[in-house]
């Protein structure tokens, strides 16, 4: 097997399959890239840690079919070193040669008979997807599925496509993310991605440099492939029933807030400044009649925070985790948010002004006399 590209073009292809490398493995040939050049001179790489696989392709000019795998680490920190040339490499008998300009190196490469194989022909549904409502959705979704391994079906993302929309939704059990949009498909279908894979799907969709206004979406019933142009991603799915989200969401509200966003976010972030300092993330939100006031005091000072509102129904006081309260405003675009209340110790909805694209749900902290 022999090849020759620029080192852009390697790198940038390295840059991508790496994603799926991981150092935590029991085995051996997961800490490798490989490298395969086909009949038609293609160049593809590939990775996979079992839960997620990533492949990406180029054109070559010069070369020998074939295919090695490399150590990851090694492979990468050699290329990145190079100069910014036409690097030669080519593999005998188990050596890899790399040749660039001045440079020359000889590593160890590995049969390629246990990797595991990307084989697209096994998946017989497909879905399509606008590559910017699909980047933006995960974006204000993912954050809030839950980090803790142990939690089964919500460490993951549900996509839920039916009756004409999709909708994404993220939940840890303090806080709930949902996105919708409209979106026309043949079937109703229900995926669990792991939040994990799904975010570096969205860095993937985001460095690919990807021309195509679609993304292309395989499904079988145990995984997914994300075609994003020449790079195809293959996640696994998680198995299990999702939790009925719809009826965590309260059906009416007794107290509607609208409020701008910039000004909300940024009297979050001072006043969780002292909450942090207390190691509590406890604020407090004092809603009156046209100001919305937030508090907050640690050993080390109290904090107070004024930001002008349109309210209809009565006055609350309700406490939060200023995290949990502060992170969905940072991914919403929206210059005017509606914030729904019902009791002190009921869930607040931070909603759009107008129509229902996203949709978060954060559970309050009991305040002391609630």
């Given at each position: 097997m022999k090849f020759s590209c620029a080192q852009s073009t390697l790198l940038k292809a390295l840059n991508i399959v790496s994603k799926a490398v991981t150092s935590r493995t029991t085995i051996p040939i997961l800490k490798g890239i490989l490298i395969r050049v086909t009949e038609e001179g293609s160049v593809i790489m590939s990775a996979s840690d079992?839960?997620?696989?990533?492949?990406?392709?180029?054109?070559?000019?010069?070369?020998?079919p074939g295919e090695v795998v490399v150590q990851a680490k090694l492979f990468g920190d050699i290329v990145r070193k190079l100069p910014s040339d036409i690097i030669y490499m080519e593999e005998n008998d188990g050596n890899f040669n790399i040749r660039c300009s001045s440079s020359e190196f000889n590593i160890v490469g590995s049969s390629a008979d246990e990797f595991p194989s990307m084989n697209i022909d096994d998946y017989d549904e497909r879905?399509?997807?606008?590559?910017?409502?699909?980047?933006?959705?995960?974006?204000k979704?993912?954050?809030?599925?839950?980090?803790?391994?142990?939690?089964?079906?919500?460490?993951?993302?549900?996509?839920e496509i039916r009756n004409g929309n999709f909708n994404m939704?993220?939940?840890?059990?303090?806080?709930?993310?949902?996105?919708?949009?409209k979106f026309e498909s043949a079937y109703?279908?229900?995926?669990?991605?792991?939040?994990?894979?799904l975010m570096e799907v969205s860095k993937i969709i985001s460095e690919s440099g990807l021309e195509k206004t679609s993304i292309d979406v395989l499904l079988s019933?145990?995984?997914?492939?994300?075609?994003?142009?020449d790079i195809k991603v293959a996640v696994r799915l998680l198995s299990g029933d999702y939790i009925d989200y719809e009826n965590i969401l309260p059906k009416d509200s007794q107290i509607r807030v609208t409020i701008n966003r910039s000004d909300l976010i940024d009297a979050v972030e001072r006043a969780s400044l002292l909450s942090r300092a207390g190691k509590n993330n406890l604020i407090r939100v004092n809603i009156g009649e046209k100001i919305l006031v937030i508090t907050s005091e640690s050993e080390e000072g109290k904090g107070r925070e004024e930001v002008m509102i349109s309210k209809d129904g009565k006055d609350l006081a309700i406490g939060f985790n200023s995290k949990y309260f502060e992170d969905p405003l940072k991914y919403i675009d929206d210059?005017?948010?509606?914030?729904?209340?019902?009791?002190?110790v009921s869930p607040?909805?931070?909603k759009p002004v107008e129509g229902s694209s996203f949709e978060y749900l954060v559970l309050p902290v009991r305040l002391l006399g609630n």
């Open positions: 079992l839960d997620i696989s990533i492949e990406d392709r180029f054109e070559t000019i010069e070369y020998e879905i399509t997807f606008d590559r910017d409502i699909l980047k933006d959705m995960i974006r979704t993912v954050f809030a599925a839950s980090a803790d391994e142990s939690r089964g079906v919500i460490t993951g993302v549900l996509f939704v993220a939940l840890d059990g303090f806080r709930m993310a949902v996105a919708r949009e109703d279908q229900d995926l669990i991605i792991p939040a994990r894979t019933d145990k995984r997914a492939v994300f075609i994003i142009g210059e005017t948010v509606t914030l729904l209340f019902n009791t002190p607040c909805i931070i």
